[in-house]
């Protein structure tokens, strides 16, 4: 089945650029999205890409997707302190036409000040 | 705009015992997902609805999972009897239509003894 697979930690510091890389499986997946989740919380949508955009920049978020090597990063720049937070990657199962979303582990962002 | 609701935000139950979560989508809202978040992985789908209709269960455990969504609005999960791995947090999130952007609510914290 679809597997999606992130770095499980990330330190920076206050003000450098943050990259979380994540890899997946299904090469038919049309969407791919970031969530982020603070303590306590649920999931926030970060961003999205469709399947046929290479990079996507929303402000301090810049998206970058290789379909050739099934990878997808999200990088944060001038990152700060409420950054902190575990960062999602997901994506619609490739043969689902009901939304399904497959997750990965998670990859804690840890911002020192 | 109100966010989708959850109660209890936390449960602590015995093995054996049987326990209820209750979720409240976002007005309007027909698509409703029920994911199960074991600490340290990321949310796996356990059933989705369309209106009061399910749509994906695949990945619910029957023998003791159950959920209904009886009018198309609110929805609850039941778990009967609990084992010490169902300790996990319960999301509960809602989308206009399959597909659609999920909005996710905090979350209920069970924790099997």
């Known amino acids: 089945g679809e597997d999606v697979e992130q770095s499980l930690f990330l330190s920076v510091r206050e003000g450098d650029s943050s990259v979380i890389n994540c890899t997946y499986t299904?090469?038919?997946?049309?969407?791919l999205y970031w969530y982020k989740q603070e303590p306590g919380a649920g999931l926030q949508l970060l961003t999205y890409i469709f399947s046929n955009m290479d990079m996507k920049q929303d402000q301090r978020l810049t998206v970058l997707l290789n379909k050739k090597d099934k990878h997808l990063s999200l990088r944060i720049a001038d990152t700060q302190t409420g950054d902190s937070a575990i960062y999602f990657c997901a994506v619609v199962h490739g043969s689902s036409n009901t939304g399904k979303l497959i997750f990965g582990q998670g990859t804690t962002l840890q911002v020192k000040p | 705009e109100a966010g989708v609701a959850q109660s209890p935000r936390y449960k602590i139950i015995e093995k054996r015992q049987s326990v209820a979560f209750w979720c409240n989508p976002i007005?309007?809202?027909?698509?409703l997902y029920w994911y199960q978040q074991i600490l340290g992985q990321g949310p796996k789908l356990l059933i989705q609805f369309q209106n009061n209709g399910v749509v994906d269960d695949s990945q619910l455990p029957k023998d003791r999972f159950s959920a209904e969504r009886l009018k198309g609005v609110d929805s609850t999960l039941k778990i009967q009897p609990a084992k010490l791995e169902d300790s996990a947090v319960y999301l509960c999130?809602?989308?206009?239509?399959?597909?659609?952007?999920?909005?996710f609510g905090p979350g209920t914290r069970l924790t099997v003894l």
């Open positions: 007005s309007g809202h027909a698509t």
């Open positions: 999130a809602s989308s206009l239509g399959p597909g659609g952007e999920q909005f």
């Open positions: 299904d090469s038919s997946s049309t969407y």
